[in-house]
């Protein structure tokens, strides 16, 4: 007979004992929730992405200043994907002795692959939405201010360069509005079979392409992986995270978010895998030293167990892959009202993932303890108190923690981060374990002073204090995991909600003028819009950086390199906006020619403290030190800026001002009010956007929830693990004293003073630990706001001795049931 | 059919000591023996006299401090732990006074069980004839713990003659045995004992049960007397 039919045979007798069930209850949890979570987060992610294309008008999109080979175009459609143009450029309009600048937009047909456009026909704001076209061949539609601009009116005809068009609609809401809200130029969109007509395009003539294309997810994949590498210095893909950072930053969050869940999961089952192992071992010392008496070499012995739980491996994940699928298509079954009707497909891939990370888990954590059984002397057989040493705890510990150093690094990508998060976690459990087992060695002087229930209570824990440091450390670091898990949460959730608020500002407006800025406000007031911020602007080009020209400095397709192509916004302030962070350097408002940069711009441009920065403003040069970097929150629907001058710095210059502020629905027709009284004004819906962001941070919330529950199934086998890892030598000794004639009673107030403490002294190191950590996450990985939280410093070794107390009176309660001779017996 | 009369285990001033936190302890000193084939010999001695040391050595089961132990002309002492493992597999039995049966298994599991880890295909075969040899095949399916204590030594003692082993150490066989039981259980060694020819060494304090071996070592304080 085979040793894999032993080993075979060895494990489903050991799994009929029971011996097995809450490692594999572990393991299932485990796999499970990180098949759930890595599919969940996939599809989400894909999904999203598609929904986030609508403000690309298309699922990829590449620009450029010329045409793209028909090649590339051939490509696409090879593949299956639809395709549309666009083309802007700025041209000056003459009507009815008006001159004005405005944006052209030539489309092509199909536009907008993705999202919709708006249009009126009327003076008021009763909107017609329009898919997939755009003006007819020989039509225009225009923005309400260049026809108030240009004293035009529907029906009226435009020339643009040489072509006349009919206004047919007034456009009201384009999807995809570029770059920041001033590359906007009031919009004249044209159909893409009169751009040549209109001969304003010319050699040499400063125009964007955008060339968008929309399809599955496979045919875009293929697509942008062919495309990527023929791509020139002049022409990009365009990336929902730059072009839309409010976005990105909640997908990003998000996104981290789960990853860390999925850690949390793992790292909690994984400390149930260590106990429940732990305890598995050592009841097999026996059987190994019989098998070691018979003949059994120390390889083969190995052998046998690893062979046992690689089975039990493989058919856990197995069985846990599957759960994840269910768990996930659960998920996507209960948002199915809140996500699109088309939600990316499952991928394989996830799953395999899942089911190796079990695999991975049950090894990393299961193995040191198995490979104490190599170690089991023959001689056991003669002297049952020979036990082989501890495997090295230098092993133990270095393959639990390269684990979750791998998992934590994959998902913060920053090892630098990485670093600190472990180190802090092992220097902060080191300091604890130390304190502890001091505590406990002390305390052994309290025992002659103390009653006979307490004394049993107590020398549970103080007859091994190593033990129960370990295992106080174990359930210590389970419950830090599920801590970080739900304050994160919590946290996480309330920032978005408090970022948008009900009535978060659902319109942006404008170039409104110094002068209508009192006015303006007054109006605003009257329908009862209040304490609304205006900022000036003034438009600027950074050109250099410390005298080097700014195209020296930075990457090629890096943010920096977008924010020097073309014009910013460049603004001034005495206070910053209170959800600005300083990440560096003081603000001195008072000081004249001080900046203060947006730090992802600052690091991608290099741009440090005290340097130097070079501003074009129209024609005119204009220098500042930097002397405060700053973090911005991009998701709050307010007015956001990459730079911020001291007030004097700009003062002169010729400005507009922007705001923003929340509309009702059924209060619109103010708009056409201010329309009217400001037409030089812009005003700008992002009610879209809006929506389509407070849908999406639901989906999450909803995901996130679902996933905490994972946290606390995994919490519960690790509960039960700690308790039932040193549950033999409770259970006899409790046999040996109702045997010598102690009471039920006293044994019952023994187990739960002893478990009582047990748990208390887990919640006090978890509180400390998880307060450490929480701090590190938040600052260095969700850029969130940390403040130490009462309730938990409280709460948590109050829930944990209650916890720990019941779950250890229910385990032993056969020893005060059952007769002390059944229990010797089956021992 | 007897064995040729060769020197099975030879040991040469074999001891053992053990550090102890108030300084080394000498279990068994300077002990010189030699044990022929198809030989019985019993080792007697009060408890804490060297007795299961001795034997855990002349098993290979352990290692001596000084010394040196060699069976069938090969010094054990210097053999790897995986060298002593495969000789005990090839050439030793084993019963003891806890009997040391796997819980999980079956009796006839248990007493397939050295057979199977030699790799013999015919293990079920040979198990179960030993089985009904000891009077148990009507409990081939019962675990451990359905058995009595006589029962689980019987199921111990056909695992250990079922390699035909060429040396038995039993430690205290019936310890755990009402004398009843216990006489059954040594009258079935014996004869087994007999019918496979093999080398028996028993440990015990029973000088009634150390009469019926051939040979008897006396051990005090670690010392042969």
Redesign the interface.
């Known amino acids: 007979?085979?040793r894999f039919s032993?080993a075979l045979?060895?494990l489903l007798?050991?799994g009929?004992?029971g011996e097995l069930t809450i490692l594999v209850l572990a393991l299932i949890i485990a796999v499970t929730s990180s098949t759930a979570i890595s599919l969940f987060a996939d599809r989400l992610h894909r999904t999203m992405s598609t929904q986030a294309a609508e403000f690309l008008a298309a699922d990829l999109a590449i620009t450029s200043s010329t045409l793209i080979p028909p090649h590339w175009l051939k490509k696409a459609q090879s593949l299956g994907l639809k395709q549309a143009r666009t083309a802007e450029f700025s041209t000056v309009l003459i009507e009815n002795d008006e001159l004005l600048l405005s944006g052209v937009k030539a489309v092509s047909s199909h536009y907008p692959l993705r999202g919709v456009l708006k249009t009126t026909q009327s003076d008021n704001y009763n909107e017609q939405i329009i898919k997939h076209q755009g003006p007819a061949k020989g039509e225009a539609w225009l923005e309400k201010r260049v026809l108030s601009a240009l004293k035009l009116k529907l029906g009226d005809s435009l020339i643009v360069g040489e072509k006349s068009l009919t206004i047919s609609q007034v456009l009201t809401y384009e999807p995809d509005k570029r770059g920041d809200l001033y590359s906007l130029s009031p919009r004249v969109m044209i159909n893409d079979a009169d751009l040549e007509a209109t001969q304003v395009l010319k050699p040499g003539s400063h125009v964007h392409y955008f060339f968008q294309f929309s399809g599955s997810t496979d045919a875009l994949d293929k697509f942008n992986r062919w495309v990527k590498p023929h791509l020139n210095v002049s022409q990009r893909l365009m990336d929902i995270h730059a072009d839309r950072p409010e976005l990105g930053s909640a997908l990003t969050r998000a996104e981290r978010y789960l990853g860390l869940s999925s850690i949390v999961v793992i790292l909690i089952a994984g400390v149930a895998i260590a106990m429940s192992t732990r305890r598995y071992s050592e009841r097999h010392f026996?059987?190994t030293?019989?098998?070691?008496?018979?003949?059994?070499?120390?390889?083969?012995i190995l052998w046998l167990f690893l062979c046992q739980f690689l089975i039990l491996g493989i058919a856990s994940s197995a069985l846990g892959s599957l759960f994840g699928w269910f768990a996930q298509e659960t998920l996507f079954h209960l948002l199915r009202d809140l996500l699109p009707s088309k939600v990316a497909n499952p991928s394989f891939i996830a799953v395999i993932l899942g089911f190796l990370t079990g695999l991975f888990i049950l090894l990393g954590f299961a193995l040191p303890p198995l490979l104490r059984l190599k170690k089991v002397?023959?001689?056991r057989?003669?002297?049952r108190e020979l036990a082989p040493l501890p495997t090295s705890a230098w092993l133990v510990y270095s393959l639990s923690l390269s684990l979750i150093s791998l998992l934590i690094w994959q998902y913060t990508q920053d090892l630098k981060m990485t670093a600190s998060i472990i180190g802090g976690g092992i220097i902060s459990t080191l300091i604890a374990g130390i304190i502890l087992y001091a505590l406990l060695i002390q305390a052994r002087r309290l025992l002659p002073f103390v009653s006979l229930s307490w004394r049993f209570g107590l020398q549970g824990l103080l007859k091994n204090p190593k033990m129960t440091v370990n295992q106080t450390l174990a359930f210590s670091i389970t419950l830090v995991a599920m801590i970080l898990s739900y304050t994160v949460r919590t946290d996480l959730l309330n920032d978005w909600q408090n970022q948008l608020p009900e009535q978060a500002p659902n319109y942006f407006v404008l170039n409104v003028f110094p002068t209508q800025v009192a006015p303006f406000k007054q109006t605003l007031r009257q329908h009862n819009i209040k304490n609304i911020d205006f900022f000036p602007v003034v438009r600027g080009r950074l050109v250099k950086i410390n005298d080097i020209p700014v195209q020296k400095i930075v990457s090629k397709d890096s943010q920096g390199e977008r924010a020097t192509h073309r014009d910013l916004s460049l603004t001034w302030a005495k206070i910053l906006p209170h959800d600005n962070k300083t990440v560096s350097g003081l603000w001195q408002p008072s000081v004249y020619g001080e900046v203060s940069v947006e730090h992802k711009l600052a690091k991608s441009l290099k741009i440090y403290l005290g340097d130097k920065l070079t501003f074009t403003i129209g024609s005119q040069q204009q220098h500042a030190t930097v002397s405060h970097i700053r973090s911005v929150k991009w998701d709050t629907m307010k007015p956001n800026f990459y730079m911020v001058f001291s007030p004097m710095t700009l003062a002169d210059y010729p400005s507009t001002y922007i705001t923003s502020f929340y509309i009702a629905e059924e209060n619109k027709n103010i708009l056409n009010t201010l329309v009217k009284k400001y037409p030089s004004i812009t005003v700008l819906e992002v009610d879209a956007l809006l929506k389509q962001f407070k849908t999406i941070l639901t989906q999450l919330t909803e995901a996130i929830n679902y996933l905490l529950y994972f946290a606390l199934l995994a919490g519960f086998t690790v509960l039960f693990a700690a308790v039932n890892s040193s549950l033999d030598s409770r259970v006899y000794e409790g046999a040996l004293m109702r045997t010598l004639g102690a009471n039920r009673a006293l044994l019952r107030k023994a187990h739960f003073i002893e478990f009582s403490l047990l748990g208390l002294f887990s919640g006090l190191i978890a509180v400390l630990i998880s307060e450490l950590l929480l701090y590190a996450i938040y600052n260095y990985v969700l850029h969130l706001d940390y403040q130490l939280n009462g309730l938990l410093l409280i709460g948590l070794p109050l829930i944990s001795t209650c916890c720990v107390s019941l779950a250890g009176f229910f385990a032993v309660k056969d020893v005060v049931n059952k007769s002390p001779m059944i229990i010797m017996?089956e021992l | 059919m007897t064995k040729s009369q060769l020197n099975i285990i030879e040991t040469e001033n074999l001891g053992k000591t053990v550090p102890t936190s108030d300084g080394p302890l000498c279990i068994l000193s300077s002990v010189t023996l030699t044990i022929k084939s198809a030989e019985s010999i019993a080792i007697v001695g009060a408890s804490g006299s060297g007795k299961?040391t001795l034997?855990?050595l002349l098993a290979g089961?352990?290692t001596p401090t000084e010394g040196l132990t060699k069976i069938k002309g090969k010094n054990i002492t210097t053999m790897s732990?995986?060298g002593r493992?495969?000789?005990?597999?090839?050439l030793v039995g084993?019963v003891?006074q806890s009997f040391?049966?796997?819980?999980?298994?079956t009796a006839l599991?248990n007493v397939?069980?050295?057979l199977?880890?030699?790799?013999d295909?015919n293990?079920k075969a040979s198990a179960t004839k030993l089985l009904d040899r000891v009077g148990l095949s009507h409990r081939l399916t019962h675990t451990p713990?359905k058995l009595s204590g006589g029962e689980q030594q019987r199921v111990a003692l056909a695992r250990a003659f079922v390699t035909e082993p060429a040396i038995l150490f039993a430690?205290e066989p019936t310890g755990n045995l009402d004398s009843k039981t216990g006489e059954h259980i040594i009258d079935l060694l014996f004869e087994l004992n007999q019918e496979k020819q093999t080398t028996l060494v028993l440990v015990t304090h029973d000088n009634a049960l150390a009469a019926r071996c051939q040979r008897t070592i006396k051990l005090e304080a670690g010392k042969m007397l």
């Open positions: 007979m085979s032993l045979r060895l007798r050991d009929r004992s026996n059987a030293a019989i098998l070691r008496c018979l003949g059994c070499k120390q390889s083969e002397s023959p001689l057989v003669l002297r017996r | 299961s034997l855990s089961l352990d732990e995986d493992a495969e000789l005990r597999n090839q084993f003891f040391q049966l796997l819980p999980s298994f599991e397939m069980l050295p199977e880890l030699r790799g295909k293990a713990m430690d």
